[in-house]
């Protein structure tokens, strides 16, 4: 079983940055693959960056450049950095762990961008 708690959410102006944190309990965080998932009102919710055990991340098309995901496994936390952020990218922002066969949820945290 693992439990995921996220922060740093909030209210940002289009331009800004903001810092998600995810902290991991419960099971050996470093054999996980680490994820942020967004879903906006009325969309699907959307990988927008993972991390491998061993490091390699993957990022959706229109956060690369923009978007920073890391881990500290002596911490048990992923880390989101989100630097330029837009009004698109306002929605709720999951934590995701997953090793076969088992994939946990945090409870997300609001990211509003908006002048």
């Known amino acids: 079983q693992v439990q995921l708690v996220e922060s740093g959410g909030g209210l940002v102006q289009p331009g800004g940055s903001l810092r998600l944190s995810c902290a991991a309990s419960g099971s050996i965080f470093s054999l996980y693959t680490m994820g942020w998932y967004r879903q906006a009102p009325g969309k699907q919710r959307e990988l927008v960056a993972d991390i491998v055990s061993g490091g390699s991340t993957n990022y959706a098309d229109s956060v690369k450049g923009r978007f920073t995901i890391s881990r500290d496994n002596a911490k048990n936390t992923v880390y989101l950095q989100m630097n330029s952020l837009k009004p698109e990218d306002t929605a709720v922002y999951y934590c995701?762990?997953?090793?076969?066969?088992?994939?946990?949820w945090g409870q997300g945290t609001q990211v509003t961008v908006s002048s």
């Open positions: 995701n762990a997953k090793r076969f066969p088992w994939n946990y």
